[in-house]
């Protein structure tokens, strides 16, 4: 029997994403962002698979420090900075790149960062309201960040698009609040998220950040991801572990959600919640079941789930079962999910094997 769930992650598919990033970036500098694990395709092996990005950006300090102790010596910057003053030299002791977003990041710059010379992101907060400083802020911002003795290697300024997946106008009028906030500073910028690269509105900047784009998936609810020269970067696979027979009127699985309208032979698959599948996933969610599209029955539980084979050929256990990856994008489960792909692959949980290919 061939073995039970992990994900197959595709190294060929993430350089070859990176590629199509970098083809479509103007030029542009990337920023590979690996935060959550890579998306759940695992920090190292995938930041050491994209050796050719130009940088990697995650959310915390220990994503960072995980990177160093494995090698990776480039840029690497923390997207949402630091918050003390021991983390503040943990960050400059592994030379990582801060993002400053808040007064009381640059306060504890001014106050514990003495001989520490870092590379500065000073976030502008132009309409997502999250982290950042207002347009009115930064100039402030600024003079006290290229005041710190000694100074930093350099300050670069970044923004964060909250819609460039789906309003071109709002995409606009944020990158018309940062051209006002940097006029006349003449720093490096990074604005695009995946989104902000493949959209319609060019967004400019010295840097991108791309995330979902990276592993193989569209940020775009209409434009699938093989229009964008995406692939899939993740197979999560599994097989089945049994199959029966249910008679018509039979109910299958916790709660009797679904119920045999014919008598029906049911394939019962190693995956559940306890694995990362959402627990609300609907009947009729497809599974590729040996390549050939079935739905799913039934709730899914901590551990499998069921799917109806009736129409298929033969199925037995041991038959592979793709739940997203090749033949069935993220995208599409998410969708019947009730949520997005970067929570399908973040989600993917710790006792699932990653397997390089
Ligand atoms: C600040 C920042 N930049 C870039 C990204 C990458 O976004 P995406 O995965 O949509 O490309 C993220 C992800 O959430 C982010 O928080």
Redesign the pocket.
Known sequence: MSRLIRAVIDTGALRHNLETIRARAGGARI?A?V?ANA?GHGLVQTALALARADGF?V?RLEEGITLREHGVSGPVVL?EGVFTAEQLREAARHGLEL?VHDALQVHLLEADGAGQRLRLWL?IDTGMNR?GFRAREVPEALRRLERLSPPPLEVRL?T?LAR??DSPEMTRRQLERFREATRGHACAT?I??????FGETPVGGEWV???????GAS?FASRPAEALNLRPAMTLTTSVIAVRHVPRGETVGYGGAWRAERDSRIAIAAAGYGDGLPRGLPNGTPVLVDGRRAPLCGRVSMDMIAVDVTELGPVAVGTPVVLWGEGLAVEEVARWAGTVA?ELLCGVSQRVPLELR
């Open positions: 920023l962002v935060k998306y950006a959310a997207l993002v976030k982290l970044m964060h460039a997946d990074s695009a998220n995946s989104a902000g690269v950040r791309p995330g979902l784009a990276l592993y940020p970067y």
